[in-house]
Nanobody
Framework: EVQLVESGGGRVQAGGSLRLSCQVL????????IGWFRQAPGKEREGVSC????????SYADFVKGRFTITSDPAKSTVYLQMNNLEPEDTAVYYC??????????????WGQGTQVTVSS
């Protein structure tokens, strides 16, 4: 059973920084693409950033480019999302997500419990 353990949310003022962590437990970290999604009240969940556990390649949503950085530590099976220059619009519950493409062409998706990020103006 794969578990995603998140930490690092909180409340900051606009312009501040937070770092989120997501530890992947129960399977081989390098087999997954791990990412962060967020959901603000009354809005749909949206992708923020992701990283390959295999080669560390990354992708970002346009609205976080230049402000957020995703990194990984395979030895700790952990992905980090460093969020700088936070804006009130970044306020949301942030969810860690891990996707595995299986050898029989299925896709398995796992979610963390979510962590609240609140940015005050």
């Amino acid at each position: 059973e794969v578990q995603l353990v998140e930490s690092g949310g909180g409340r900051v003022q606009a312009g501040g920084s937070l770092r989120l962590s997501c530890q992947v437990l129960g399977d081989t970290f390098e087999d997954y693409v791990i990412g962060w999604f967020r959901q603000a009240p009354g809005k749909e969940r949206e992708g923020v950033s992701c990283i390959s556990g295999y080669d560390g390649s990354t992708s970002y949503a346009d609205f976080v480019k230049g402000r957020f950085t995703i990194t990984s530590d395979p030895a700790k099976s952990t992905v980090y999302l460093q969020m700088n220059n936070l804006e009130p619009e970044d306020t949301a519950v942030y969810y860690c997500n891990a996707i595995l493409a299986t050898s029989d062409h299925r896709t398995l998706t796992y979610w963390g419990q979510g962590t609240q990020v609140t940015v005050s103006s």
